[in-house]
């Protein structure tokens, strides 16, 4: 649905529920209220051998738990630096990690959720030093179905793909200020309802919870059904 139609169907909730005697909603049973996704955020590189493996698990876990419930999102891992001139922001794998993750996050800004992740999937799909690189991105982003100009994407990201424009830099500075205050401090670093439960450095480490596909998807189910207790 577009917003548009999103907002007159839930207009239309809203109305049919006035119309209905309040006794019958007046409990938490409600049918009409939205349900809490578990947030789940990676802390990546984009050009990161740790990261790719990462986002290929979630993936699989994504699909497992189904979409609806999870709110996924990768935070990138790298230091702000006044004397970059490029970026304002050294990455571990260069430059064209910078522009790779500035890609992503305006991307994950301008296109839907589903465009975004395939878009990301995309790029890792053609190995770990083509992500960044303008050619990929802009076929990438053909593939991923998302409207390049018309978007958004184009403008935050700059003309040349360089990932160089300022509004996606801002988006870079602040996706790592972000993973500083939450604690990220290597990638891949996986948080599922804002709690480290593990990180991949090499190989799997700090992983109480297990670090099969399977052991991600119950601990995103029992946060989903904490998250949502009380709720229909
Ligand atoms: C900051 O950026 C400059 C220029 O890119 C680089 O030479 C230097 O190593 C960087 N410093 C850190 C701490 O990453």
Redesign the pocket.
């Known amino acids: 649905m577009t917003v548009s139609q999103t907002i007159a169907f839930l207009s239309a909730i809203v109305a049919f529920a006035n119309a209905v005697p309040s006794a019958v909603y007046h409990d938490s049973q409600s049918p009409f209220q939205e349900h809490i996704r578990v947030p789940v955020e990676l802390g990546v590189m984009s050009r990161c051998p740790d990261a790719l493996l990462c986002e290929s698990v979630f993936d699989q876990v994504v699909k497992q738990v189904g979409p609806q419930k999870v709110d996924l999102s990768l935070i990138y891992v790298a230091?702000l630096?006044?004397?970059?001139?490029?970026f304002g922001i050294?990455c571990m794998h260069g430059?064209g990690e910078c522009a790779g993750n500035v890609q992503q996050l305006c991307v994950a800004k301008y296109a839907s959720p589903s465009a975004w992740w395939k878009f990301v999937q995309c790029q890792n799909s053609h190995g770990r030093y083509q992500v960044g690189i303008p050619d990929l991105t802009l076929q990438c982003a053909r593939a991923a179905n998302i409207d390049w100009e018309g978007s958004g994407v184009a403008s935050c990201i700059g003309p040349d793909v360089s990932g160089k424009a300022e509004e996606g830099k801002e988006l870079l500075r602040q996706s790592a200020l972000l993973g500083k205050s939450l604690g990220i401090e290597k990638s891949c670093t996986v948080l599922i309802n804002r709690k480290k439960v593990c990180v991949h450095d090499g190989t799997w480490q700090e992983c109480d919870g297990g670090h099969d596909v399977e052991d991600f998807v119950q601990r995103i189910n029992s946060e989903y059904e904490s998250l949502n207790a009380g709720r229909n």
């Not at 630096?81 to 490029?86: F, I, L, P, R, V």
């Open positions: 230091t630096n006044s004397t970059d001139t490029e050294t430059p």
